[in-house]
């Protein structure tokens, strides 16, 4: 009878120990896992704005040729980067203002569904008024938004046959 009493208590500091061997491996790992997401590569807001201001380009050559199927896929892709933003740029400052785009985006996007080439020009103007405005709000105002004048890319047709 001792000796299954001692039996039993050494397998029980035994699983014990392997227990406790096992949450430090496990802690171990986890703790390589978050270095290795810590220094993994996230685009910086610089990225997201660049990858913006040739959506914005595009956005303008597609609706004013009327091509509405691209002009919907570019409005798209600037909101898909603006919450791109909002989820990997949460230390910058900058992303309290960044809502301020909400309404030009909604109004721009309603017109291209309507395929109203007016109202598509009038809202593409507030959308670049609203991203200077919020340029100056961010003091970024050094950087300043146009309506384009030539493509982006020469190896691209925005309009339609």
Known sequence: MKSAIFILLIFTLFACNQQTNNKQDLQTKIDSLQLKLNSSYKPGFGEFMSSIQIHHEKLWFAGINKNWKLADFEINEIKES????????????????????????????????????????????????????????????????????????????????
């Open 82 to 161: 603006l919450d791109d933003i909002k989820k990997f740029c949460t230390d910058r400052p900058e992303i309290k203002f960044i809502d301020m785009i909400n309404e030009p985006l909604e109004n721009i996007s309603n017109a291209i569904q309507k395929k109203n080439d007016t109202d598509f020009k009038n809202n593409y103007t507030l959308l670049t008024t609203t991203c200077n405005r919020c340029h100056q709000q961010t003091q970024h105002e050094f950087n300043v938004i146009t309506t384009p004048t030539t493509p982006p890319f020469s190896n691209q047709v925005f309009k339609l046959k």
